[in-house]
């Protein structure tokens, strides 16, 4: 632990963070449109590695009804066992903090949903203006790669391909 | 031996994750253990145990939530044996003991309020149930709601005065769910009947009496139940006044927004007041028989919020 906390003192020149990343998720079925989304999702950004990661809890997206935030946390998720989704990658694209400006980054690494680790290469935009970070991506999961299974008789038809987009607002860590 | 095996590899996880915990510091990098130390805050929120406000006989602990309205019908078919079943009336599919027309209505997420009324005795009741504690993860262990309920035969003549048409239901419904889907339910009562159900001389006007649920999962979205109730009624308990403790048995299925619970009980009457009260009919007579709830959720909540967003649509 002391460790750690060396080596984030070293090298909190580079840390970016972000505790109240957005994340949305969409699915779109013929009998409804659902959308779930959270503002409490964490991430870290390392300028000096390119490392990018993300975590959020699964309890904390929230539905606009509540009989689908139920089945999303229990059948779908199963939350109480794996209450977190976890994302961790590195920039392909080396980013200069010290200059403003937007930049298309390519983010590989394992993305951790319902237990399931997928080697995922995910797009996005990172832009610098006035030495703050932030950054906008939309990706596609599949329920069906992370063993999400959706049950054959359901009220709350999901669709098999579920959008997310995650936007951050990164500060210099201290 | 088998045992022995599984033992061991539970115990040699467990002795890698504690060795991970330990040196996860140096494997992971600054990026890493920062965002660790962001996460580690994992609410332990409260857990949904039942999928169902209704069991078999008893209701479940579980609420619903605020604007949420619960529509159920809750049916009983006549005896499937004995002198009054059998085949030539379809093992009491031609015949009806009681349906129960109801609905539920989330006035908070804790707070409910119920309205229902009964084939037997044409008794109409209102409730309210409220969730005082939430079983939750490194939490409570146990879930807590009480339920308080007046009820009103508003026919009939057996009845001298207005009063005497009520009668009054207190439970507390304690339930523990050991594993997701797998809970126990205990909720003691007391029943007050201004006269006398059934109308015998000597019969209790106050008793109490234990409702013990055991709910088991078969799937994600199915269950099993067994439900039984004992009234501590010295009148009921006497030889010869011919009373039997209701026990029934569900298969319960969830579809999402609908829950269907195929049941068999010996208890004819679905309300609360009426099974503890009246239950006069015995498994070994055959006089046991098929029921069903349906309960079907409408969430007022999502329609609020659909219209607003359209509304900001247009303009």
């Known amino acids: 632990m002391l460790l750690a906390w060396m080596i984030t003192f070293q090298a909190g020149q580079d840390l970016y963070v972000c505790k109240n990343a957005s994340i949305t998720l969409f699915s779109t079925a013929p009998i409804e449109d659902i959308k779930a989304e959270t503002s409490t999702g964490a991430s870290v950004f390392n300028a000096a590695t390119g490392e990018l990661n993300f975590t959020v809890l699964i309890s904390s997206f929230k539905f606009p009804k509540s009989l689908m935030q139920e089945h999303f946390n229990s059948d779908y998720m199963e939350s109480d066992k794996y209450p977190r989704a976890t994302f961790k990658g590195k920039i392909a694209e080396k980013i200069d903090v010290t200059k403003d400006g937007s930049y298309p980054v390519n983010v590989t690494g394992d993305l951790t949903v319902h237990n399931v680790t997928m080697k995922r290469t995910i797009s996005g935009t990172m832009t610098v203006k006035g030495g703050a970070i932030s950054m906008k991506s939309e990706f596609m999961v599949k329920c069906a790669d992370h063993h999400i299974d959706i049950p054959k008789i359901v009220f709350h038809n999901i669709a098999e391909s579920i959008k997310m987009t995650v936007s951050a607002n990164y500060v210099l860590y201290k | 031996m088998k045992r022995c095996i599984i033992l061991l590899s ?249 829950v269907f619970t195929l049941n068999v009980t010996n208890a004819r009457a679905v309300n609360e007041i009426n099974y503890l009260s009246g239950t006069q009919s015995s498994y070994g007579r055959g006089q046991y028989r098929i029921g069903f709830t349906i309960s079907r959720m409408f969430d007022f909540n999502g329609h609020k919020k659909d219209k607003k967003e359209k509304k900001e649509g247009n303009n």
């Open chain 2, 10 to 258: 539970f115990m040699l996880a467990s002795v890698t994750l504690m060795a991970q915990k330990g040196d996860s510091d140096k494997k992971t990098t600054a990026a890493d253990s920062l965002l660790n130390s962001m996460s580690n805050d994992d609410a332990k929120g409260p857990m949904e145990i039942y999928k169902s406000s209704r069991l078999v006989l008893s209701q479940s602990t579980k609420t619903i939530k605020k604007n949420n309205f619960n529509f159920l019908v809750i049916h009983r078919f006549g005896d499937f044996a004995g002198k009054n079943g059998g085949g030539k009336l379809y093992y009491g599919l031609d015949d009806v003991a009681d349906v129960y027309i109801g609905f539920e209505y989330g006035l908070t997420d804790n707070l409910n309020i119920d309205m229902g009324r009964s084939t037997i005795g044409g008794l109409a009741d209102l409730e309210l149930k409220y969730a005082v504690l939430h079983q939750a993860n490194g939490g409570s262990p146990f879930a807590i709601t009480l339920l308080g309920e007046t009820a009103l035969r508003p026919y009939g003549k057996d009845f001298t005065k207005a009063s005497d048409r009520f009668s009054y239901f207190g439970q507390v419904l304690i339930a523990h769910s050991f594993s997701p889907g797998n809970v126990l339910q205990i909720a003691p009562s007391v029943v007050r009947n201004n006269t006398p159900i059934p109308f015998v001389p000597g019969n209790d006007l106050d008793f109490i009496a234990l409702n013990a649920t055991l709910r088991l999962k078969l799937s994600k979205a199915a269950g099993f139940i067994i439900d039984y109730a004992h009234s501590f009624s010295s009148f009921q308990h006497t030889q010869g006044n011919g009373f039997s403790d209701p026990l029934g048995f569900g298969f319960e299925m969830e579809t999402g927004g609908h």
